[in-house]
């Protein structure tokens, strides 16, 4: 991210360490990491050295009625910084916080309340606060950095690599796809200018397909389609799914309101019914692009991972290799199950879900990946599973 880095020029008898605060403001939590750098050579970029790690659930966004607890949750997080940061470079060590969909999903006003209390306590923190210290990053801007990240993790973004790699991100509150396309049709037959970015690098300049659906993250899009998502009543409302038990019931949290939500006792439930429920949701909103209908090579992360972990398809470390139509099959086999027993974690409706951590965290996916919602293909495709952060210690996601 712009600005992550400050100004390479240093005195000479300063140290070769410096620190960078970065807060990721999720839909479902608050992250916050604080690197350690390595200044290179006077030609060459920082060295990442470590890179420490913590989270609180949940995100800021469930604090719109009360922005003080979002500026609280911030001020607990800044703990981990004091900690691991000397206290003399805390004056030079920027801070930064980029809020994504939780935030999208609120009004501009409720935002803007809540990021102002992060400024608050930026502003009285001793760290460096830049100006642009504090905001919303857009869709489109998380879509290409999180392709960046990919394929320089994954070596595809050096001189001698040919091709890149896609990659699919679904977080809480919205999804995003982007991809390098092969086709020029691709670039051309686009809904709307805005699926287009152009992005340097080092010398080249690539233009990207991307997009991030907001409403169709993991929790928001369950939301829609239990048909809770917007809806009022939530004090005496219970959203029924056929994707749950008949006979499940619970409460479930996101974006700072709670759903009661359960099973249709006296309907059906299973794979078939809940799949129609499901498409009602993105039926008409995801675009397919057509060249995906090749063999393609994407890494999906976030939800991607963390259900296929709980989903028994990949290993929570290694990651691992899938084909899209491997989630259909497991999908099939679990709701089928479910109708008879209690829900599997693949199909969880609590807000605390099962993390599972990895240091590698990725998973391939091989094979088609149209995102056939209308060839009975619910899973926009790809490469599956990358957290965030590739090469760095385990960490919990969770306190
Ligand atoms: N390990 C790890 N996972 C992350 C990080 N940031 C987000 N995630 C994953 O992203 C998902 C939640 O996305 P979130 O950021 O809350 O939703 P968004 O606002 O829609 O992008 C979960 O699967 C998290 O495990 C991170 O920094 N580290």
């Given at each position: 991210?712009?600005?992550?880095?400050?100004?390479?020029?240093?005195?000479?008898?300063?140290?070769?360490?410096?620190?960078?605060?970065?807060?990721?403001?999720?839909?479902?939590?608050?992250?916050?990491?604080?690197?350690?750098?390595?200044?290179?050579?006077?030609?060459?970029?920082?060295?990442?050295?470590?890179?420490?790690?913590?989270?609180?659930?949940?995100?800021?966004?469930?604090?719109?009625?009360?922005?003080?607890?979002?500026?609280?949750?911030?001020?607990?997080?800044?703990?981990?910084?004091?900690?691991?940061?000397?206290?003399?470079?805390?004056?030079?060590?920027?801070?930064?916080?980029?809020?994504?969909?939780?935030?999208?999903?609120?009004?501009?006003?409720?935002?803007?309340?809540?990021?102002?209390?992060?400024?608050?306590?930026?502003?009285?923190?001793?760290?460096?606060?830049?100006?642009?210290?504090?905001?919303?990053?857009?869709?489109?801007?998380?879509g290409?950095?999180?392709w960046?990240?990919v394929?320089?993790?994954?070596?595809?973004?050096?001189?001698?690599?040919?091709r890149t790699v896609g990659i699919l991100d679904l977080?809480?509150?919205?999804t995003q796809i982007t991809f390098l396309p092969k086709l020029?049709?691709t670039?051309?037959?686009?809904?709307?200018?805005?699926?287009?970015?152009?992005?340097?690098?080092?010398?080249?300049?690539?233009?990207?397909y991307t997009y991030?659906?907001?409403?169709?993250?993991?929790?928001?899009?369950?939301?829609?389609?239990?048909?809770?998502?917007?809806?009022?009543?939530?004090?005496?409302?219970?959203?029924?799914?056929?994707?749950?038990?008949?006979?499940?019931?619970?409460?479930?949290?996101?974006?700072?309101?709670?759903?009661?939500?359960?099973?249709?006792?006296?309907?059906?439930?299973?794979?078939?019914?809940?799949?129609?429920?499901?498409?009602?949701?993105v039926?008409?909103?995801i675009h397919q692009p057509h060249e995906l209908q090749d063999s393609n090579v994407f890494y999906a992360f976030?939800?991607y991972?963390?259900?296929a972990?709980?989903?028994?398809l990949?290993?929570?470390?290694?990651?691992g290799t899938l084909e899209v139509r491997d989630f259909k099959k497991?999908?099939?086999?679990?709701?089928?199950?479910?109708?008879?027993?209690?829900?599997?974690?693949?199909?969880?409706?609590?807000?605390?879900?099962?993390?599972?951590?990895?240091?590698?965290?990725w998973i391939r996916l091989q094979g088609e990946h149209r995102a056939a919602v209308d060839q009975e293909s619910e899973q926009r495709g790809g490469q599956l599973g990358f957290?965030?952060?590739?090469?760095?210690?385990?960490?919990?996601?969770?306190?």
């Open positions: 991210m712009g600005g992550l880095l400050p100004s390479l020029s240093r005195p000479a008898n300063h140290s070769r360490i410096f620190y960078s605060v970065m807060f990721d403001a999720g839909s479902t939590g608050t992250r916050i990491h604080v690197y350690t750098f390595i200044h290179g050579g006077s030609e060459e970029l920082p060295v990442l050295d470590n890179e420490m790690f913590h989270s609180i659930k949940p995100g800021l966004s469930a604090y719109a009625d009360s922005p003080e607890m979002a500026g609280h949750t911030v001020r607990m997080l800044l703990k981990v910084a004091k900690k691991t940061v000397p206290r003399l470079e805390w004056k030079r060590t920027p801070l930064f916080l980029r809020a994504t969909a939780g935030l999208r999903l609120l009004s501009a006003e409720r935002a803007r309340l809540l990021l102002e209390q992060v400024q608050h306590v930026f502003d009285e923190s001793p760290f460096l606060v830049p100006d642009d210290s504090v905001s919303i990053m857009n869709g489109t801007n998380e290409i950095l999180a960046i990240s394929n320089y993790l994954t070596g595809h973004l050096n001189a001698h690599s040919e977080g809480g509150g919205s020029r049709k670039i051309e037959s686009v809904p709307v200018a805005d699926y287009v970015a152009k992005y340097d690098i080092s010398n080249s300049t690539f233009e990207l991030s659906y907001l409403g169709n993250g993991l929790m928001a899009a369950r939301l829609a389609t239990l048909g809770a998502l917007g809806a009022e009543g939530l004090e005496w409302r219970v959203f029924k799914s056929s994707c749950l038990p008949k006979k499940f019931r619970d409460e479930w949290s996101f974006g700072g309101l709670t759903y009661r939500v359960s099973g249709d006792p006296d309907g059906l439930a299973g794979y078939k019914l809940c799949y129609q429920e499901v498409l009602k949701v039926k008409g909103i976030s939800y991972f963390d259900r972990v709980d989903a028994g990949i290993d929570g470390v290694q990651g497991r999908a099939k086999e679990v709701c089928n199950k479910m109708t008879k027993h209690p829900p599997h974690p693949f199909f969880p409706v609590h807000g605390h879900d099962l993390h599972h951590l990895s240091a590698q965290g957290r965030r952060h590739v090469g760095s210690p385990p960490r919990p996601e969770d306190l």
